[in-house]
Nanobody, 116 residues
């Protein structure tokens, strides 16, 4: 079955950096685009970044452009979200997601807290 497992979250000071990782299994990973979402307390879950199956097409939500970088390693079934210049408003649970055969799958999420 499809499994997505995130790691790399934590507490970081404003201006700091974190790298999130997501390990995917149970599907033909290299054939599917991958996404990172986040959900802050009391807010809707929002798409942060998306990367196409071959990495050639990338989308970023406006507020993270220039600060976050999504990438993938198709040999290792991994997708990353490198986050820099973090702000308190980036505090959220971050989820890895894949849309596979008409169904959207989610990881368990990893907490990112930006605070001094």
């Amino acid at each position: 079955q499809v499994q997505l497992v995130e790691s790399g979250g934590g507490l970081v000071q404003p201006g700091g950096s974190l790298r999130l990782s997501c390990a995917a299994s149970g599907f033909s990973y290299s054939r599917y685009s991958m996404q990172w979402y986040r959900q802050a307390p009391g807010k809707e879950r929002e798409l942060v970044a998306r990367i196409s199956s071959d990495g050639g097409s990338i989308y970023y939500e406006e507020s993270v452009k220039g600060r976050f970088t999504i990438s993938r390693d198709n040999a290792k079934n991994l997708v990353y979200l490198q986050m820099a210049s973090l702000k308190p408003e980036d505090t959220a649970v971050y989820y890895c997601s894949a849309y596979v055969i008409s169904r959207q799958y989610w990881g368990q999420g990893t907490q990112v807290t930006v605070s001094s």
